[in-house]
Nanobody, 124 residues
């Protein structure tokens, strides 16, 4: 009952910045934990960041800690991922996800709804 659509992906040079957005429809996300994941073809989907329903609790993968910031705007049903100091290793399809309950952590099967993703490519 929740539809998620990502946007903001593109091609950037190493060291650059990009801001991803995810808009939800069908139901308010104010009571859902939200997260960002990424995937490279042929590899497992990887956890990037998560945020609790109120935004009071955030967790980041070690690989992006200090460079990425997850945030949410519940009034507008929006989720964001600010990505700074991008590296070629960050190249992937980034997807947003929503999980029932106030906190879902890094466990993929705790998330119920998924967007189709947006491509991020970082060149050297």
């Amino acid at each position: 009952q929740v539809q998620l659509v990502e946007s903001g992906g593109g091609l950037v040079q190493a060291g650059g910045s990009l801001r991803l957005s995810c808009v939800a429809s069908g139901r308010t996300i104010g009571t859902y934990a939200m997260g960002w994941f990424r995937q490279v073809p042929g590899l497992e989907r990887e956890f990037v960041a998560t945020i609790s329903y109120s935004g009071s609790n955030t967790v980041y993968a070690d690989s992006v800690k200090g460079r990425f910031t997850i945030s949410r705007d519940n009034a507008n049903n929006m989720l964001y991922l600010q990505m700074n100091s991008l590296k070629p290793e960050d190249t992937a399809v980034y997807s947003c996800a929503a999980g029932r309950g106030g906190y879902a952590g890094s466990v993929i099967n705790h998330y119920t709804y998924w967007g189709q993703g947006t491509q991020v490519t970082v060149s050297s």
